[in-house]
Nanobody, 116 residues
Framework: DVQLQASGGGLVQAGGSLRLSCAAS????????IGWFRQAPGKEREGVSC????????YYADSVKGRFTISSDNAKNLVYLQMNSLKPEDTAVYYC?????????WGQGTLVTVSS
């Protein structure tokens, strides 16, 4: 079974930082791209960031460019999302997904709340 276990969410003040982690299992970690979507209250889900495990190429939504950094630890099948300079509009449930382009698998989500 494909499993995507996200963690690291929490409450932070605007301008603060959080690091999300995703532990992936049940599929070939070095094939395809894995990443993060988010869903804010009352809004549709949106893609945040993706990373290709095989070549390390990355994608970021315009809204997070320059503030968020995605990375992976291929030996441990872990993907991280370092989120800096957080804004209240970053408040959402963040989901680890695979494959990133058109996700078939979604983790359980981790809530990030940014207070103003």
């Amino acid at each position: 079974d494909v499993q995507l276990q996200a963690s690291g969410g929490g409450l932070v003040q605007a301008g603060g930082s959080l690091r999300l982690s995703c532990a992936a299992s049940g599929f070939a970690f070095d094939v395809g791209a894995i990443g993060w979507f988010r869903q804010a209250p009352g809004k549709e889900r949106e893609g945040v960031s993706c990373i290709s495990i095989s070549d390390g190429s990355t994608y970021y939504a315009d809204s997070v460019k320059g503030r968020f950094t995605i990375s992976s630890d291929n030996a441990k099948n872990l993907v991280y999302l370092q989120m800096n300079s957080l804004k209240p509009e970053d408040t959402a449930v963040y989901y680890c997904v695979f494959p990133c382009e058109r996700p078939d698998y979604w983790g359980q989500g981790t809530l990030v709340t940014v207070s103003s």
